[in-house]
């Protein structure tokens, strides 16, 4: 069965520093994986989604990668600031409409 | 928009006793799906409905749980009988495209 694998629980990192988060899976490549943000208390909510066919997106501060030679996907937060202190999950589609979400990765960007 | 609408927020119930949980999905979208979130498990997907057609319940971990879509704007999630490893914080989400998904704030569920 696939396995989604997101680096560490926690990343804590300073206030203008680049966070890097990682989602490893096995098996077969999806033919999308998306990133969600979630703040505690609350449901997660949609960043950004990168195909399969496409190797970077950005959007402002965030950007994607995904290499499915390594099925691996980074997400990249530049110029972090507290207020980007949050869980981040990615998901992974493989059919119909249903997502796999990782674990999820914590990070606290300290001021 | 209001975006997904969960209620209630919060439930405290007793073990043995019946537990309904709501959900309307945003204007339009036509896949809803159920979700339950634990620290041990993470988010986990229970069923999804297409056109108020449930299209995989295989996320359903026995038969205490129930789900229906009477129509295009409600759903419920139904345990009965609740038990205590039921407690966790459940998700309804919905999606007009099939791809991104948008969640509500979830019912915090505990199960005494």
């Known amino acids: 069965s696939q396995k989604i694998e997101q680096n560490s629980e926690a990343l804590n990192i300073q206030e203008g520093k680049t966070a890097t988060l990682t989602c490893n899976y096995t098996n077969y490549s999806p033919a999308y994986l998306q990133w969600y943000r979630q703040d505690p208390g609350r449901g997660p909510v949609f960043l950004l989604l990168?195909?399969?066919?496409?190797k970077e997106k950005r959007k402002e501060r965030l950007k994607v990668t995904f290499d499915t030679t390594l099925k691996q996907s980074l997400f990249h937060i530049t110029a972090s600031q507290p207020a980007d202190s949050a869980t981040y999950l990615c998901a992974l589609h493989f059919n119909d409409y249903k997502l796999s979400f990782g674990a999820g990765t914590t990070v606290t960007v300290r001021a | 928009d209001a975006g997904v609408i969960q209620s209630p927020r919060h439930e405290v119930t007793e073990m043995g006793q019946e537990v309904t949980l709501r959900c309307k999905p945003i204007?339009?979208?036509?896949?809803l799906f159920w979700y339950r979130q634990t620290m041990m498990r993470g988010l986990e997907l229970l069923i999804y409905f297409n056109n108020n057609v449930p299209i995989d319940d295989s996320g359903m971990p026995e038969d205490r749980f129930s789900a229906k879509m009477p129509n295009a704007s409600f759903s419920t999630l139904k345990i009965q009988p609740s038990e205590p490893r039921d407690s966790a914080v459940y998700f309804c989400a919905s999606t007009e495209t099939g791809e991104t998904q948008y969640f509500g704030p979830g019912t915090r569920l505990l199960v005494l």
């Open positions: 204007s339009g979208h036509n896949s």
């Open positions: 990168i195909r399969e066919n496409e």
